[in-house]
């Protein structure tokens, strides 16, 4: 049983699909191995992302709350509203996946990128889970990789790595309950950004974003009776009446609280910054340019640097290596 629950939930992975990935060149990186595992994974699918291949895309704007430059000169906390692009996704590589497709393993993505008045752009990439479930490239190609040897007469290889890593069994393992939309849903940076002020204060914070109307959900028998695709339809015609709108949040480390193992979910306690407000207010032609678009952890303003964390640009070059594969 515990197979069935976590090949279905690892970061989204399906246990359906397990052929042998072709062996890795020696100058292959961590970070392209991860996507070949996840093309042998998913399949490999023309112009479509590796992981969170079924998204939905939205624009609106980010407006500065109040004294949000006191923890960051970044561009977009000061002054006038920030158009910004945002991609919902949900998680797994299969292109069109149905929301309830136990293959996402309940994991949703939430992908900012701010369009800022100097010309330039940064992103936000966060999931629906706080926290991730390893700590390294390794071990996630290593998760993947369990996977992948895992079928349902030979659970062994995925229980072995879970048993390992309690953190990777903790995160597949916990509930996920199927949102309203995805506009009724938490997002989590689970990576760790280094925020400096005018006055050179710098501090570690890791982002959030939480729906300024709260959290909603349905029950397991209502999300198996929706249409495939609610989340992103839900949205798309509550923006028809309305901005639907989420607060930007930044936790702020305390001293010793690690800043470079993406499992160390921090405690509650931690003072949450509150930055201010996405409103989302319309839906985009997602097909027309999904293919266009490109999230990056690194791609960064001034005032917003990287921690120590590892998967930071890992992520950025397995992104970048999905990237250059959906454009052949």
């Known amino acids: 049983m515990i197979f069935r629950i976590c090949a279905a939930a690892a970061v989204g992975l399906a246990a359906a699909v397990c052929a042998s990935p072709p062996p890795a060149s020696a100058q292959e990186s ?9 093309n042998t994974l998913f399949g490999r699918h023309p112009h479509t992302r590796a992981n969170h291949a079924t998204g939905a895309l939205f624009e609106g704007k980010f407006t500065p709350a109040p004294g949000a ?25 299969i292109p069109d996946v149905a929301d309830q497709n136990p293959a996402i393993g309940g994991i949703r993505g939430m992908a900012v990128k701010f369009q800022l008045s100097d010309g330039g752009e940064t992103d936000l990439v966060m999931i629906s889970e706080n926290g991730f479930p390893v700590a390294t490239g390794e071990d996630f190609l290593g998760l993947l990789t369990a996977v992948g040897e895992s079928g349902p007469d030979a659970p062994k290889p995925i229980e072995q790595f879970l048993g390992a890593h309690p953190a990777a069994l903790a995160f597949v393992t916990a509930p996920k309950p199927m949102p309203v939309s995805f506009g009724t849903l938490p997002y989590f940076g689970v990576n760790a950004f280094q925020f400096t002020n005018a006055a050179g204060e710098a501090r570690f914070g890791r982002w959030r974003v939480v729906p300024l109307d709260g959290e909603a ?24 009446e309305a901005p639907v709108r989420f607060r930007l949040q930044v936790q702020v480390a305390a001293d010793g609280d690690p800043t470079g193992d993406a499992t160390k979910v921090w405690p509650e306690d931690r003072p949450i910054v509150d930055l201010g407000e996405i409103a989302i207010t319309k839906a985009l032609d997602t097909a027309a340019i999904e293919n266009q678009l490109l999230y990056l952890p690194t791609n960064l303003t001034a005032g ?25």
Do not use: C, K, M, W
Request: proline share 5%; net charge negative; aromatic share 8%.
């Open 30 to 38: 961590v970070a392209v191995e991860i996507v070949n595992q996840f």
């Open 69 to 93: 430059s006191d923890l960051s000169t970044a561009l977009f906390l000061t002054g006038a509203p920030t158009p910004v692009t945002v991609r919902f996704s949900n998680g797994g590589g």
């Open 217 to 240: 959900f349905v029950s397991d028998a209502e999300a198996a009776a929706r249409e495939p695709h609610a989340l992103a339809d839900t949205l798309r015609s509550a923006v028809t």
């Open 304 to 328: 917003i640097d990287i921690s120590d964390d590892p998967l930071v640009e890992l992520r950025t070059e397995a992104y970048a290596e999905s990237f250059g594969r959906r454009q052949e």
